[in-house]
């Protein structure tokens, strides 16, 4: 079955039902998106399906046909770091950093929809995902360093 | 000559080579027995090496928790690394450093004064020499025994402590580039097994005869030990649902309701011992006295990603990666477990999810181990459900604590007894000779788990941590038990007892300042001499403007602690807001760390401290039906959530000439004391049971 990753076309030789993290994580080697439970509870296997955040955990790749998958490996990388990793640099944004990669997906989707979230607006993006490690208010600032310096990019 | 006090870990690992090596041209390596669990120590003994060594921190190549290669530190934990290990490399380096200018002396012919270190290269009068350390060092006997004889770097010419140096494993976490944790870890080969665990403690397999399985799947079973074994993950988690479902469990110590019931564990057969401080002094036997009890449940460690593990066993050899927060006590125990010789097991730190604690870490690289000796010369990776993860951890104990107060007529306490009742919280792997690893356990012949013992006081402490009075009272009893028999099992998690003694002990005496009618802040600073204690609730008190007015359903509440009565200093007010729920609002905390490492990295450690803490003393609570732990999904065990996160304003005190002091834990028990007198403040009455859900607040207006 054919994939879309990252804007690149995968071929995987699994079943349909397959849930799109084990194909990740196993035969596409793509480990940042994270198992934490499997049941849709804490949001570590963020990814966005056509734009929108999508559990991973639970998608099986079957429904994925003609959709595109981005995952945080597809945000960006240590030469060209999405504003929202620099932020989340900047700003130390993380303990652990185990919850942070489905975080980054959900964070960038908000970004995606509006360039100037309320803190409100982040709170309610994030509410689904889970931190153990109490990362979260250094979590929202990161974000909305990264939305200031977005709009402002934008904007000149 | 004088004796220096070496720190522990320089007294059982004292050859320099131990602690750091010139191998390759341009790097130094530092090795440490204490590992990264999200708290960012790898960075805070980077900064330290390069300052006393004078290099950048580039240069420093840091190798930590490896049987094989690092110093046997014990474990990670009690927010005790900077000191213990942090004390160590200081000064190894600074030791080596002044050896190595030693030997550039006699080369140059001129005094080590003259001599000066520019990221590794000497310099004489300020002049390159052509000199550096890596040339030196093969003059230099590392083998020798670490003196700690050289003076420590002076403050002002620190460049990386007390700076905040940006964490070192973040940006892989961040750009998602690496591999950093030990679920991605994939070597070739690999198989992958799932654990079916006993339901309840002790559980005995009654049947089937023979399960049934796919025919790829192999089926391991020892005694109550049951796992499947497979080629992907995926297929090893159906086999496990499969095999499940077919077996049938007997005896055993089914868990009850009950057990999650406030007060449940003081009915528990208990060993007991009692301490008396100060001189009790003769007072009317009128005088008043005051007596409340509160009480936390069992928590889970619930860590975001699950334990895992990977094994591999060979000719005879055991090699076992893990998140353990103790290689060398992992490696120990696994040998007993196992009938193995010590010799014959490596043991590797990889890292895993946040730790907070003794979690299932140990008990997954234990499953690990059985499994690559079932099946020799392949690597295993089990990783545990998120099911188990949440229930067959060892918890945090569920604790009663009394106290009692006899009041001078001014309404200050003269006498004061603090009882406290709980399971044992040092039952780690080796914990006195004991072994505590799940798997083990369901095998034939099991070994033992540790007796329940109470961690010395002048180790900090366990059920008893931070018991004892921060305040200057005459006289004082405390009364520890510690059941014997418990199950669930239980262990250490953040702060150990303190979390529910400085809850206590914070509540109490916010209810007896109301009792003598005097402002909290101001009863606590009447009977506080320490000018640190007292310099950190000034200053909390001044970040949130303690006299403010507050509108109706607000309350406010202040609490103060120093963890473990010796380690970090911690005052901390909180704003909430209550009607059915309690909503935190805002959070100013000062904190006393004494000399801070990593000025970001103690703000992140606090934060975090706080909204964990805050988490505990809300939602927490394991739940028990049917023999098992029924709290083990993210439904039936929330924790806090992004939309209840408050605002939260923190100040470091600026205390660079004193010690570092642990800080990991300050934030337990203070903050669930600032909720509870909050939520007291607000309401007219108090919650003495944690946590403080909205059906107790109901239970609680409705009286
Ligand atoms: S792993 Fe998918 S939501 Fe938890
Ligand atoms: S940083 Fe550890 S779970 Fe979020």
Redesign the pocket.
């Known amino acids: 079955m054919l994939l879309t990753i990252n804007g690149a076309a995968r071929e995987v030789a699994l079943s349909d039902d397959t849930s799109l993290l084990d194909a990740l994580r196993g035969d596409l080697g793509l480990m940042a998106t994270r198992f934490g439970c499997g049941a849709e509870s804490c949001g570590a296997c963020m990814v966005l399906v056509d734009g929108k955040p999508s559990y991973a955990c639970t998608t099986p790749i079957d429904a994925l046909r003609g959709k595109a998958v981005t995952t945080l490996e597809g945000l960006g990388d240590a030469a060209r770091p999405h504003p929202l990793q620099q932020a989340f640099l900047d700003e130390q944004a993380?303990?652990?950093?185990?919850?942070?990669s489905g975080i980054l997906i959900s964070a960038k989707a908000l970004l995606d929809r509006t360039s100037t979230p309320t803190r409100d607006d982040i709170v309610q993006a994030l509410d689904k995902h889970?931190?153990?490690?109490g990362?979260h208010a250094r979590i929202i600032r990161a974000v909305q360093r990264a939305a200031a310096r977005m709009s402002t990019s934008s904007a000149t | 000559m004088t004796a220096i006090a070496l720190p522990l870990g320089l007294l059982e690992n004292p050859r320099l080579e131990q602690w750091i090596g010139f191998e390759k041209a341009g790097t130094i390596r530092i090795a440490s027995g204490k590992v990264e669990l999200?708290q960012g120590i790898l960075t805070a003994l980077v900064q330290i090496a390069a300052d006393e060594l004078d290099v950048t921190a580039q240069r420093i190549a840091l190798v930590s928790g490896r049987t094989q290669a690092t110093p046997r530190e014990g474990f990670t934990a009690g927010s005790l690394s900077v000191e213990h290990s942090g004390g160590s490399i200081r000064l190894v380096a600074a030791e080596v450093r002044g050896l190595l200018l030693g030997i550039a002396a006699r080369r140059l012919n001129c005094a080590e004064t003259d001599l000066t270190v520019v990221d590794g290269a000497i310099h004489r009068w300020g002049v390159a020499t052509g000199l550096d350390y890596w040339q030196l060092a093969s003059g230099l006997d590392l083998t020798q025994n670490a003196s700690g004889s050289r003076p420590l770097k002076p403050a002002h010419l620190r460049k990386y402590i007390g700076t905040s140096v940006p964490r070192v494993d973040l940006p892989a976490k961040v750009l998602g580039s690496a591999r950093p944790f030990i679920h991605d870890l994939r070597p070739d080969g690999l198989l992958h097994a799932r654990v079916i665990r006993q339901p309840w403690p002790g559980a005995e397999l009654a049947g089937p005869e023979q399960v049934t399985a796919h025919a790829d799947i192999q089926v391991v079973r020892l005694r109550n030990f049951v796992a499947v074994v497979a080629a992907t993950e995926q297929a090893a988690v159906a086999a496990a649902e499969k095999v499940a479902s077919q077996l049938q469990w007997t005896g055993g110590v089914p868990l009850r309701p009950e057990q999650a019931t406030p007060g449940w564990i003081a009915t528990q057969p208990s060993l007991n011992a009692t301490v008396t401080r100060g001189v009790k002094g003769d007072h009317a036997p009128a005088a008043k006295r005051f007596k409340r009890t509160y009480t936390k449940p069992f928590i889970a460690h619930a860590s975001?990603g699950p334990s895992c593990a990977l094994a591999h066993f060979e000719n005879g050899k055991l090699r076992v990666w893990t998140h353990s927060q103790g290689v060398f006590p992992l490696r120990d125990s696994l040998a007993k477990a196992m009938q193995l010789d010590v010799s014959a097991i490596t043991v590797e730190h990889v890292q895993g999810?946040?730790c907070y604690g003794h979690n299932g870490a140990d008990d997954v690289a234990c499953d690990a181990a059985i499994l690559a000796r079932e099946i020799p010369s392949k690597t295993i990776r089990v990783m545990w459900s998120r099911a188990d993860e949440l229930a067959a951890a060892p918890f945090g104990t569920a604790m009663v604590v009394t106290l009692e107060a006899t009041l001078s007529s001014s309404g200050m306490p003269i006498d004061w007894t603090t009882e406290v009742w709980g399971g044992p919280h040092a039952q780690r792997p080796g914990a006195a000779g004991g072994v505590n690893l799940l798997g083990a356990e369901a095998l034939p012949n099991p070994p033992k788990r540790p007796p329940p013992i109470e961690i010395p006081e002048a180790a900090g402490g366990s059920g008893l941590r931070n018991a004892s009075l921060l305040y200057d009272v005459p006289h004082q009893t405390l009364v520890n038990h510690i059941a014997t028999a418990l199950e669930p099992r239980t262990s250490s998690m953040r702060g150990l007892g303190a979390f529910a003694n400085v809850f206590a002990i914070e509540s109490f005496v916010d209810e007896l300042a109301a009792e003598a009618n005097v402002d909290p802040l101001a009863y606590r600073l009447a009977m506080t001499s320490d000018p640190r204690a007292r310099a950190v609730m000034e200053q909390a008190a001044r970040m949130a403007d303690w006299t403010l007015q507050k509108a109706a359903g607000q309350g406010r509440g202040f609490a103060y602690s120093r963890y473990k009565n010796r380690a970090g200093y911690r005052a901390v007010f909180v704003d909430v807001d209550v009607d059915e729920d309690v909503r935190l609002r805002r959070v100013w905390c000062a904190v006393d760390a004494g000399l801070v490492i990593n000025p970001d990295g103690v703000h992140n450690q606090v934060e975090g401290g706080i909204i964990q803490a805050a988490s505990w003393a809300l939602k927490e609570s394991v739940v028990f039906d049917q023999g098992r732990v029924a709290s083990n999904t993210w439904d039936t065990y929330p924790i806090l959530r992004f939309s209840e996160v408050p605002e939260i304003h923190v100040t470091l005190m600026d205390r660079p000439r004193d010690p570092p002091l642990g800080v990991g834990e300050v934030a337990q028990g203070p903050m669930a004391a600032a909720i509870g007198n909050a939520v007291a403040d607000a309401l007219g009455m108090r919650i003495r049971d944690l946590p403080m859900t909205r059906e107790r607040i109901i239970a609680t207006i409705a009286g």
């Open positions: 993380g303990q652990c950093g185990y919850c942070l889970l931190c153990r490690c990362a | 999200g975001i999810a946040g």
